[in-house]
């Protein structure tokens, strides 16, 4: 079955560091990418890797996140710093690539909050929150 699954979501104080986790399964040549809905309900791009290892970062959490390919099997760790009350969100991990399951067709129409605003991202995981208190 395909799918993407994040963990490691909670709540950290402001100026501490976390790291949540994303894994993909089903699919091969996988690009992923983090994504986090803020408490207005709007989807921004937080950070995302493709296959050659490029990656891109969202302006408001450049120099504070990082992420990075942990090894072959479809898994990718954000590194969260500096981390501040507006960084609270729901943080959701998607992919796209080349499918090893059956039902990938149909798990990438699934609807998902952020798929409008990023429609090049086919499997999208339920979220982990990430809270920092004010």
């Known amino acids: 079955e395909v799918m993407v699954v994040e963990s490691g979501g909670g709540s950290v104080q402001a100026g501490g560091s976390k790291v949540i986790a994303c894994t993909a399964f089903?699919?091969?040549?996988?690009?992923m990418g983090w994504y986090r809905r803020t408490p207005d309900n709007d989807c921004e791009l937080v950070s995302g890797v493709s296959t050659d290892g490029t990656t891109v970062c969202g302006d408001s959490v450049k120099g504070r996140f990082t992420v990075s390919q942990v090894n072959a099997d479809n898994m990718v760790h954000l590194r969260m710093t500096s981390l501040k009350p507006e960084d609270t969100a729901v943080y959701y991990c998607a992919a796209t690539g080349t499918p090893e399951s059956s039902d990938y067709d149909v798990v990438k129409l699934r609807p998902h909050v952020c798929r409008q605003k990023y429609p090049g991202m086919d499997i999208w995981g339920s979220g982990t929150r990430v809270t920092i208190p004010s």
């Open positions: 089903g699919l091969k040549d996988v690009r």
